[in-house]
């Protein structure tokens, strides 16, 4: 069974950074295409970025140089590198393999 969990989130000051885990089990990260995706609140899903099996990487306009996606094969886990935080990056952050999703992890950016 296909399954992704996220982990990291948490509160951080404007400019600050975070890093988000993202298990995933069933299934070999390093050679799917997997995407981080947040929800704001009062707001629809947006797309932060992706990573082909390939590595090659791609982000949303609004992270871009900010966000960076990695992955470690040993531990089958996907990860989003967030520096420079904006109290606009507050959402509930998750990762997508196809039509599965994780539970989510709430980023908090605020003074």
């Known amino acids: 069974q296909v399954q992704l969990v996220e982990s990291g989130g948490g509160s951080v000051q404007p400019g600050g950074s975070l890093q988000l885990s993202c298990v995933g089990s069933?299934?070999?990260?390093?050679?799917?295409?997997i995407s981080w995706v947040r929800q704001a609140p009062g707001k629809g899903l947006e797309w932060v970025g992706s990573?082909?099996?390939?590595?090659?990487?791609q982000y949303g306009d609004s992270v871009k140089g900010r966000f960076f996606i990695s992955r470690n094969s040993t531990t089958n886990t996907l990860y989003l590198q967030m520096n420079y935080l904006k109290s606009e990056d507050t959402a509930v952050y998750y990762c997508?393999?196809?039509?599965?999703r994780g539970p989510g992890t709430q980023v908090t950016v605020s003074s």
């Open positions: 997508e393999k196809a039509d599965v």
């Open positions: 990573v082909y099996p390939n590595g090659f990487t």
């Open positions: 069933g299934f070999i990260v390093t050679q799917h295409y």
